[in-house]
């Protein structure tokens, strides 16, 4: 009843500011709008975060029912064309600069989703978007389905090599369909160990053909009617003839309009010279794993299905080390005080426990605070606060995220200023037997990496509410803090003092260290290149490419100009290339790698001026908390970047993070 009552509330707002008569007025629209949909935005936002993090069949039974209503209204709101009339004829001058952009980007966003248009292009408009929901829907139902309906029971002898729980749930999985032997699938966690562990060549070429003619018309026998090639066709043409409508040349214009990026061209080159700069090392990798699998392994001619499985094997020789041994130094408490004092040295703040009603007893909160100037007696400043619920439970989602709870906001009601508040929400193990809990060093990139989402969300200086904190950064641009914080977890002098042994209490053994980083950068020349293939594929794909063709012979133009490693024919990997089919990452896949080069240059910039003790430059951390976590989305991300680096970005800090810098280009 609550979300109904807010719901009618903004409504009425949207009728109110919409009416011929309401001033064409920034804070006039926010004051009755913006605070209504605040309102219900917050609201909604408990009740998501709950159904994330403490479900329950009551609680999700009456989120199912609401959910339409909220989605139906969001929908409305952001197609409403009186609102973008009025928008439109808001006097810019009359604002400030963080208003500027903010209502920049809401006339942008009615434009892009085709308010200009007029007649049959609107109503055409209209139609291509029903009908490309409906095709990305079945793409990914094919995909799945492809899939899914894929077993092969092998025999005990064909799965020699296999882990020896992958081989129990195999049998399992056999046994419940009444079968003898294995049951492999295509599913990640039956069809990935094979091609890393399983001995026999022939078995792993059975799974690999499989894999790759998914949802294709290389796909054999009854599974060729999930065959994608008419639905990728189509759904090109679609987007091409929107982005004519639009006035754009091709699809990826479009795409690129709210990223940071500026144009194909520019994505395009960006691709082709990194993919120059990795390409030795992907050299390197190949030649190898190659004298590896000669030597070692009997393979004198490797195929595709050889070389994750020649891979696997290269890597257990030359790096293996416990994940389990490596746990044992990364206790949740010294490291969540390591984070906290890197956060605390880098931005001049404060970190104090606080108290909030929670959800759950594991939960803790906390507040963020800023020391007042030198000389003043001032009380600390409040600067924002956070939720951090870290352990795995029943009842709650998987994975990890940064979620808003309250941004950061003049108010244009009262006046008043409103602090931000952030979730961060992680799954990790408890610890058992009374002991603290134990991180993997996976998990303790990830906390690192959504507290970096969290300190743009948080110490953001920015008084608007659509671009404060994290809110209108461009998309290509929303990992920079995060994967920047990344880089603290590989650096010898911060794992020292963030790691303690659960028994001993020794620090991280240097050996370890030196293990874990070199497995980290294993056949990074050959996995950048493979991102790249995809990436460059899916930016010609919207340039370039004629929808009425098929897409398969420019894939493999890609290849030939790209990959180290040729696959075989039959390959279709486009047929389920979900990310820019039914993803949302059509012309965006290059955003990983740009997002990566970003942060990797931001951090080298710590490298660059950090002290003869190995402590960080404190005035580089004053500019980078300025120039990029205090701005947020107020103003495009390039000018953040250049603000802070002092040029645009650049690609060597990437490469030599992944240990790609000692080869002559
Ligand atoms: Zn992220």
């Known amino acids: 009843p609550a979300v109904d009552a807010l719901l009618a509330a903004a409504n009425a707002a949207l009728e109110r500011v919409t009416a011929p008569d309401f001033p064409a007025d920034w804070n006039a629209i926010a004051r009755e709008l913006d605070v209504a949909t605040e309102r219900l935005g917050r609201a909604w936002g408990a009740v998501s975060h709950l159904n994330s993090v403490a479900d329950t069949p009551a609680l999700r039974a009456a989120y199912n029912e609401a959910l339409p209503r909220v989605t139906e209204f969001w929908t409305r709101l952001s197609s409403d064309e009186r609102l973008y009339a009025k928008y439109k004829a808001i006097d810019p001058a009359t604002l400030n600069g963080e208003q500027r952009q903010a209502l920049h980007n809401a006339v942008r966003n009615f434009v892009l989703s085709g308010a200009e248009l007029q007649g049959a292009a609107k109503e055409r408009f209209a ?13 990914s139902e094919n995909a799945l389905d492809a899939t899914d309906g894929y077993a092969y029971y092998a025999s005990a002898a064909e799965i020699a090599g296999l882990p020896a729980d992958v081989a129990q749930a195999a049998r399992a999985a056999a046994e419940a369909d009444g079968q003898a032997g294995y049951k492999l699938t295509l599913k990640m966690p039956s069809y990935l160990p094979v091609m890393q562990f399983a001995d026999h060549a022939a078995l792993r070429e059975r799974l690999y053909r499989a894999y790759v003619t998914r949802a294709s018309d290389q796909a054999e026998g009854d599974a060729r009617r999930f065959d994608n090639t008419a639905l990728i066709q189509e759904i090109l043409a679609l987007r091409q003839e929107e982005a004519r409508l639009l006035g754009y040349a091709n699809f990826a214009e479009v795409s690129l309009v709210p990223k940071m990026a500026q144009s194909p061209a520019q994505v395009i080159a960006f691709l082709r010279d990194l993919a120059r700069r990795a390409r030795p090392y992907a050299e390197r990798d190949v030649q190898d794993a190659r004298t590896f699998a000669a030597e070692h392994l009997g393979i004198s001619a490797p195929q595709a299905w050889d070389w994750p499985y020649i891979s696997e094997k290269l890597k257990e020789a030359r790096y293996a ?7 044992e130094y990364f206790t949740a408490p010294k490291v969540l005080a390591g984070l906290f004092k890197i956060v605390e040295t880098l931005f001049e703040v404060t970190i104090r426990p606080d108290s909030a009603p929670t959800w ?18 001032a009380p600390p400043t409040l600067v924002g606060q956070f939720y ?12 990890a995220w940064m979620d808003d709870v309250r941004t950061r906001w003049l108010r244009p009601d009262n006046g008043q200023l409103q602090t931000p508040v952030a979730h961060l929400v992680c799954n990790f193990a408890e610890g058992v037997d009374g002991q603290p809990a134990l991180l993997t060093h996976d998990d303790v990139i990830t906390l690192f990496h959504e507290f970096g989402h969290g300190l743009q969300h948080l110490l953001t200086q920015v008084n608007e509410r659509d671009v404060s904190g994290i809110a209108g950064v461009e998309w290509d641009a ?35 260290y030196d293990k874990m980083l070199a497995a980290k950068n294993f056949q990074a020349g050959m996995a950048t290149l493979r991102q790249i293939e995809f990436a460059l ?31 075989p024919a039959f390959n279709r990997m486009a047929h389920t290339f979900s990310h820019i089919f039914s993803g949302g990452y059509a012309a965006g896949y290059y955003s990983y790698k740009w997002a990566e080069v970003l942060s990797a240059d931001a951090y080298a910039a710590f490298e660059e001026t950090q002290g003869a003790d190995g402590q960080p430059s404190l005035e580089t951390g004053r500019r980078y908390r300025r120039e990029i976590l205090e701005t947020g989305g107020s103003r495009p991300a390039m000018q953040s970047f ?8 650049q690609l060597d800090a990437l490469l030599r993070h992944q240990g790609m810098h000692d080869l002559p280009a």
């Open 127 to 139: 139609q291509i978007q029903e009908r490309q929901a409906e095709l990305s829907q079945k793409f």
């Open 321 to 327: 080390f416990s994940e389990q041994e490596v746990r």
């Open 360 to 377: 759950h007893p594991a939960v803790q909160f906390y507040r963020i605070e800023r020391a007042p100037a030198p000389g003043s007696d």
């Open 388 to 399: 951090l619920d870290s352990p795995a439970r029943t009842g709650k989602r998987g994975g």
């Open 478 to 512: 929303v990992e920079l803090p995060s994967q920047f914080m990344e880089n603290f977890c590989w650096e010898w002098e911060v794992l020292r003092h963030m790691t303690s042994h659960v028994r001993t209490g020794e620090p991280l053994p240097r050996a370890l």
């Open 537 to 567: 594929f899916d930016m010609l794909l919207h340039t370039e490419h004629d929808p009425a063709q098929d897409c398969q012979p420019l894939l493999q133009r890609v290849r030939q100009e790209v990959a180290v490693l040729q696959p």
């Open 642 to 649: 250049t603000a802070f680096r002092g040029r645009e970005p």
